[in-house]
Nanobody, 116 residues
Framework: QVQFVESGGGLVEPGGSRRLSCVVS????????MGWYRQVPGNERELVAT???????NYADSVKGRFTVSRDITKNAVYLQMNNLKPEDTALYLC??????????WGQGTRVIVSS
């Protein structure tokens, strides 16, 4: 059974920083992509950043230069360092695993609220 432990969400002021963590258990292959998506009520889920097994990263244009995604293969973990946060970054952030062998796996999400 695949399980996610996501953490790091919370309330942060504009211009502040936050680091999200996601540790996945129950997956025994490492050659897959991990990353983060976000969702706001009424909107579609959107890609934030992903990292391949070789740590090749992909970012949404809206977060380039502000967010950094990284992986720890040994811990089966993915992290998202978010700097210079803006109110429009407010969302539920969901951890994603893409194996390419079937449906993606999703965490339950951690909420980030950017507000003064």
């Amino acid at each position: 059974q695949v399980q996610f432990v996501e953490s790091g969400g919370g309330l942060v002021e504009p211009g502040g920083s936050r680091r999200l963590s996601c540790v996945v258990s129950g997956l025994y292959w490492r050659t897959y992509s991990m990353g983060w998506y976000r969702q706001v009520p009424g909107n579609e889920r959107e890609l934030v950043a992903t990292a391949s097994a070789t740590n090749t990263s992909n970012y949404a244009d809206s977060v380039k230069g502000r967010f950094t995604v990284s992986r720890d293969i040994t811990k089966n973990a993915v992290y998202l360092q978010m700097n210079n946060l803006k109110p429009e970054d407010t969302a539920l952030y969901l951890c994603n695993v893409h194996t390419g062998l079937g449906p993606d796996y999703w965490g339950q999400g951690t909420r980030v609220i950017v507000s003064s």
